[in-house]
Nanobody
Framework: VHLVDSGGGLVQAGRSLRLSCVVS????????VGWFRQAPGKEREGVSC????????LYKESLKGRFTISRDNATNTFYLQMSNLKPEDTAVYFC??????????????????WGQGTQVTVSS
């Protein structure tokens, strides 16, 4: 299984950014993809996840309404659309995947495969 995440950058507060994660290597279309972030000096935290079998999603409560996770089935690319970005959203963002899950989760230790991370910096 291989994940490649991208799309980070430097943006001003209030702007939007879309992160991408290309996933390959799963034999069956029944897995979860999650987005996580880690700010300097802080623990890695779950942002959102999606289950491929039914496209069900889960969000960190405080990010609902600003972040949206989605999937392009044709390219097996997973997106995290982030809007109205704030300086506190600054972090390295990672996508992760877990096979054969009964549901998607936001715990970092629930995931087996990780992308390399992409830096998001929001200036005030």
């Amino acid at each position: 299984v291989h994940l490649v995440d991208s799309g980070g950058g430097l943006v001003q507060a209030g702007r939007s950014l879309r992160l991408s994660c290309v996933v390959s290597g799963f034999l069956f279309d029944n897995y979860a993809v999650g987005w996580f972030r880690q700010a300097p000096g802080k623990e890695r935290e779950g942002v959102s996840c999606i289950r491929t079998s039914d496209a069900s999603t889960l969000y960190k409560e405080s990010l609902k309404g600003r972040f949206t996770i989605s999937r392009d089935n044709a390219t097996n690319t997973f997106y995290l659309q982030m809007s109205n970005l704030k300086p506190e959203d600054t972090a390295v963002y990672f996508c992760a995947a877990k096979a054969l899950t009964i549901g998607c989760m936001l715990g970092r230790y629930d995931y087996d495969f990780w992308g390399q991370g992409t830096q998001v910096t929001v200036s005030s």
